[in-house]
T-cell receptor
Framework: AQSVTQPDIHITVSEGASLELRCNYS??????LFWYVQSPGQGLQLLLK??????LVQGIKGFEAEFKRSQSSFNLRKPSVHWSDAAEYFC???????????????FGQGTILTVHP | DAGITQSPRHKVTETGTPVTLRCHQT?????MYWYRQDPGHGLRLIHY???????DKGEVSDGYSVSRSKTEDFLLTLESATSSQTSVYFC?????????????FGPGTRLTVL
């Protein structure tokens, strides 16, 4: 079964500092990977996704993520954090075509990001 | 933003009462999903639908049922609500064509069962 682990429940950074949020997944085949962001009281917004091809993917709001198959990781990065980036971030893995779980996503527990001025 | 609405947005109910949450989409997407979000658990899939009248269970389906009589509407029913079903419920939609596609989420429904 597929699973996702986000080791950091809560991260605090200063505005302007760099950011890396960790995500490790478990999946038997080629995974489809996503990062979503959730502001308080809001739904989830897609930041970026990896399906195939270039392992470094660019997303919205200046975020990027790198797929590393050897480490089963898909870490999210941003070179300079803004106060508006404070939110909860979710990594998710989806099944590929042919599986019975086709189209379904499994989410990590989430990482809450606090940004200090 | 994807055209997804959920109703009601907030609901307080008592243990043992039936509750129905509605998800409505204007995107004509084939796939629809119900998740619950609880602290420390991320989002967990309750049920999903891959077409009108076609539904399947997710990982936390006990105590929940769903129905989809039209493409645009996906209903989640708690037949007899329990306090453990206090949660935030999210609906999502996607249109998978040849591979997993992006799921777009609604604004959520906060349900409190007293």
């Amino acid at each position: 079964a597929q699973s996702v682990t986000q080791p950091d429940i809560h991260i605090t950074v200063s505005e302007g500092a760099s950011l890396e949020l960790r995500c490790n997944y478990s999946y038997g085949a080629t995974p489809y990977l996503f990062w979503y962001v959730q502001s308080p009281g809001q739904g989830l917004q897609l930041l970026l996704k990896y399906f195939s091809g270039d392992t470094l993917v660019q997303g919205i709001k200046g975020f990027e993520a790198e797929f590393k198959r050897s480490q089963s990781s898909f870490n999210l990065r941003k070179p300079s954090v803004h106060w508006s980036d404070a939110a909860e971030y979710f990594c998710a893995v989806g099944a590929g075509a042919g599986g019975t779980s086709y189209g379904k996503l499994t989410f990590g527990q989430g990482t809450i990001l606090t940004v200090h001025p | 933003d994807a055209g997804i609405t959920q109703s009601p947005r907030h609901k307080v109910t008592e243990t043992g009462t039936p509750v129905t949450l509605r998800c409505h989409q204007t995107e004509n997407h084939r796939y629809m999903y119900w998740y619950r979000q609880d602290p420390g658990h991320g989002l967990r899939l309750i049920h999903y639908s891959y077409g009108v009248k076609d539904t399947d269970k997710g990982e936390v389906s006990d105590g929940y049922s769903v129905s989809r009589s039209k493409t645009e509407d996906f209903l989640l029913t708690l037949e007899s609500a329990t306090s453990s079903q206090t949660s935030v419920y999210f609906c999502a939609i996607s249109e998978i064509a040849g591979g997993p596609d992006t799921q777009y989420f609604g604004p959520g429904t906060r349900l409190t069962v007293l």
